[in-house]
């Protein structure tokens, strides 16, 4: 099966440097949800350089800019799906960068840890 982050269609990409790439996620989970994809493919997080690693980090920053002054948003939750376990589908390490806007759902508390069922929750003593 072809990686469909190694053969993008030019007008797909946002912005790219020599080493990393963004895109707005093919199915949003909310307005702007983009993605930041290494260029070379590795499926892991584990596997990128530390150049990989900064160069994700820049290219987060640059874009995070761009979605604030396009969809000014009140948060964001910036995440990696790290092999099938975690949720990944596409075997190409990516960062999600996903708008955050009050009131887009009832109780935020908790973010990504609502990736378990049932643990997202706790209040400041650690208990559910």
Do not use: W
């Not at 053969?7 to 949003?28: C, M, N, S, Y």
């Not at 002054?69 to 948060?75: I, N, R, S, T, W």
């Amino acid at each position: 099966m072809t990686c469909p982050f190694c053969h993008l269609a030019p007008e797909r990409i946002l912005i790219q440097d020599e080493l990393t790439l963004a895109l707005r996620d093919a199915f949003p989970v909310s307005p702007g949800h983009t993605l930041i994809v290494t260029r070379r493919h590795i499926q892991s997080y584990s596997e990128a350089t530390a150049d990989e690693l900064s160069a994700l980090l820049r290219t987060l920053a640059v874009v995070r800019t761009a979605l604030d002054l396009e969809f000014h948003p009140d948060g964001y939750n910036v995440g990696i799906n790290d092999g099938a376990a975690a949720g990944q589908t596409v075997m190409h390490m990516h960062v999600h960068l996903i708008p955050r806007f009050q009131g887009d759902v009832e109780n935020p508390r908790g973010g990504i840890r609502h990736c378990i069922p049932g643990k997202g929750s706790y209040d400041a003593n650690g208990l559910p």
